[in-house]
């Protein structure tokens, strides 16, 4: 089997040019200009970031995405889709006041904004999956289904229910919609631990589907009602809700994962391309309203044409690192350590990779290439 290529373009060298302006050279020396061509309508899939956290990815970073397809006359778009929980990017309007608020506009990131899932997040086209995909019909937000190309531009994270967050989850969960999102998220069951709840309500703010009560100072969720989204995980400042692991099928959420990424993969016609950013790798998703300490320093940017070999050597490059003070891993802190199993030791990350790889979507086996800087900036 011939190893995918991952260039490579690490957060410190001797490069004076900075990781904004050595951007670049990643994009000219990887296969974006092979993967794009003339005309081209290109949806740049990011996160907008939440109200309260720091460490989404920035505008600079995408506006040298967006400069670069301008410059070889593709018509880019940044773009998103609505989330499940309630907050500030729940719909399309509050959702691109927030992307504005972000820096997200024209002049800042050089493209347009178009959120790809219509107003409330409802709309998607549904997408027929060869085997051996269980699920034989996946549903992708409609906008980027209509793109002609699809470029992903990560934060490469942990994430509380996932593992990690990286290329898969951005084309998964963040190119369907909320239909696509309860799919994926419907073997998830989170349990309050009471021992821990002090019944301060916050997780009833994030709730979108009345799914939590407070009783005698403490949360309850009912699971009738609950859609398994995890936001409440994500909101609670006290660590009090965590998946109950008993009640789920861990595998399952993992492989339906997979299997929407492979549905938004499809129909591009090879005209897919991602770049996971592995700065500010924080324990959990940007989904937070707030910012936590990074797991690692930052280690730089990586590309390729296959989300499934951009993610594993993420994974590796991350656990090659020594954690930082003060990052929260429970283990696996020395280099060589599985930082995603010391942050969310009950999650079996790895299933996503494999049944991703499985299904067709792509291969673990990547070449890592360092990207080459011209000495003249």
């Known amino acids: 089997m011939n190893k995918i290529p991952v260039y490579f373009l690490p957060a410190y060298s001797n490069s004076s040019r900075g990781l904004v302006k050595s951007l670049t050279p990643l994009l000219e020396q990887s296969d974006l200009s092979r993967t794009i061509a003339e005309k081209d309508l290109v949806a740049v899939k990011v996160h907008f970031g939440e109200p309260g956290n720091q460490t989404f990815l ?46 997200f506009d024209f002049s800042a990131a050089g493209a347009p904004l178009v959120i790809a899932d219509g ?39 942990g994430h509380e229910a996932f593992g990690f967050g990286g290329s898969l989850k951005n084309l998964g969960m963040g190119c369907t919609n909320r239909a696509g999102k309860l799919f994926i998220h419907a073997t998830i069951a989170p349990s309050v631990f009471s021992s821990a709840c002090v019944g301060c309500g916050t997780c009833l703010k994030w709730c979108g589907y009345q799914a939590i009560s407070v009783r005698k100072k403490k949360a309850q969720i009912d699971a009738a009602r609950c859609v398994g989204c995890a936001e409440c995980i994500s909101a609670c400042p006290h660590g009090a809700v965590e998946i109950n692991w008993a009640a789920d099928s861990p595998s399952e959420s993992q492989k339906r994962l997979a299997e929407v990424a492979r549905g938004v993969a499809l129909n591009k016609g090879g005209k ?23 797991i690692v320093s930052d280690l730089g940017v990586l590309a390729s044409t296959d989300p499934v070999a951009i993610d594993q050597a993420s994974i590796d490059l991350v656990n090659r690192a020594e954690a930082l003070p003060g990052s929260g891993l429970k283990s696996g802190r020395e280099s060589g350590g599985d930082k995603f199993r010391g942050l969310h030791p009950r999650v079996p990350y790895e299933l996503q990779l494999e049944w991703a790889e499985k299904i067709g979507l792509g291969q673990r086996a990547y070449q890592l290439i360092k990207v080459k800087e011209s000495p003249n900036p």
Do not use: M, W
């Open 58 to 103: 920035r505008p600079e970073f995408v506006r040298r995405i967006a400069d670069f397809l301008v410059a070889r006359k593709a018509r880019p778009f940044l773009t998103d889709t609505n989330t499940l929980y309630v907050g500030a990017r729940t719909n399309s309007a509050q959702h691109l006041v927030t992307a504005l608020r972000h820096g």
């Open 272 to 294: 897919l391309f991602c770049l996971n950013f592995l700065i500010n790798i924080t324990p959990n998703c940007d989904c937070f309203p707030f910012s936590e300490p990074p």
């Open 119 to 157: 107003l409330r997040g409802n709309a998607g086209i549904k997408v027929s999956l060869p085997p051996p995909v269980r699920n034989r019909e996946v549903t992708v937000a409609p906008e980027i289904y209509s793109a002609d190309a699809l470029v992903l531009a990560t934060h490469f994270k």
